[in-house]
């Protein structure tokens, strides 16, 4: 039988123990926001009546306001696929992911949903510096193809493991 005593010094010991491994995981934290220069292609996968379901692919560099960051002129390319209903007035909703390259050579992977106006999105993981990163926020969709001011701003936190 184990003694209040005993059990106290184990709540104590772990509780401790818990301590530390938030203390040592706890690390870099930021807000980011920004936008991406890129080079779209989009791709009509398959179409079925009135409804066409299409891939983009963004292919460019993000700037970032805030510098130093996982978001800073990092090298990216993102996959996003949406349902289009002809003749429906709701904006095409999708989903895809990012993946990208900062200029040390580490990666990070993020989620992103939403409509053609813009949604959301997280991160997933990353290597070297970013491994274990976590973060999410917003993005919408700017300006328009036709007068080549068409870009996607962004904003959001993020934190890297210590």
């Not at 807000?31 to 983009?56: D, M, P, W």
Request: net charge positive; glycine share 14%; proline share 2%.
């Amino acid at each position: 039988m184990r003694t209040p005593k005993f059990t106290f010094m184990m709540i104590t010991v772990v509780s401790l123990s818990m301590i530390s491994m938030t203390i040592a995981v706890a690390g870099e934290t930021g807000a980011t926001s920004g936008y991406l220069a890129f080079q779209k292609s989009e791709q009509i996968n398959s179409s079925r009546g009135g409804t066409n379901v299409v891939t983009r692919t963004l292919v460019g560099v993000s700037h970032a306001k805030e510098k130093g960051g996982p978001l800073d002129k990092a090298q990216f390319r993102c996959h996003m696929t949406f349902v289009v209903v002809s003749g429906s007035k709701a904006p095409a909703t999708g989903s895809g992911y990012c993946h990208g390259i900062g200029s040390a050579g580490d990666t990070w992977a993020m989620l992103l949903s939403g409509d053609e106006a813009g949604g959301k999105w997280k991160f997933l993981d990353g290597t070297g510096r970013y491994d274990l990163i976590k973060g999410l926020g917003t993005w919408q969709h700017k300006g328009s193809p036709r007068d080549n001011t068409e870009r996607y701003e962004w904003e959001g936190k993020w934190e890297l493991k210590d």
